[in-house]
Nanobody, 125 residues
Framework: QGQLEESGGEAVQAGGSLRLSCAAS????????MGWFRQAPGKEREFVTA????????DYNDAVKGRFTISRDIRKNTIYLQMNSLKPEDTAIYYCVARRRSFPLARMWTSYDSYGQGTQVTVSS
């Protein structure tokens, strides 16, 4: 099974921006839906966003809509999460996920087939 590797997480101040990347190890992921979940300390894991294999259809958690943007570069087998206007409540470990079924987009963790190890994002006030 292929692997997903996240990068880009770091500590930033509120109002700042970050871009997370998730590189897939196998070309087969180009046909998968991919997305991001996050888990804050002491809280349950939550859906953040997802994109279908074409990159044209997306879904966002209301908490990040208008601030976060998901995109994918099929040639590089990589997805990105551009995060703007970051808030302290965005602090979490962010996980990249992939799902063989490209559409409809899913919001449940268990709907996905592959998972990354996570990257830490810390937003200070």
């Amino acid at each position: 099974q292929g692997q997903l590797e996240e990068s880009g997480g770091e500590a930033v101040q509120a109002g700042g921006s970050l871009r997370l990347s998730c590189a897939a190890s196998e070309h087969s992921f180009s046909t998968y839906a991919m997305g991001w979940f996050r888990q804050a300390p002491g809280k349950e894991r939550e859906f953040v966003t997802a994109v279908d294999s074409s990159g044209r259809r997306t879904d966002y958690n209301d908490a990040v809509k208008g601030r976060f943007t998901i995109s994918r570069d099929i040639r590089k087998n990589t997805i990105y999460l551009q995060m703007n206007s970051l808030k302290p409540e965005d602090t979490a470990i962010y996980y990249c996920v992939a799902r063989r079924r490209s559409f409809p987009l899913a919001r449940m963790w268990t709907s996905y087939d592959s998972y990354g190890q996570g990257t830490q994002v810390t937003v200070s006030s």
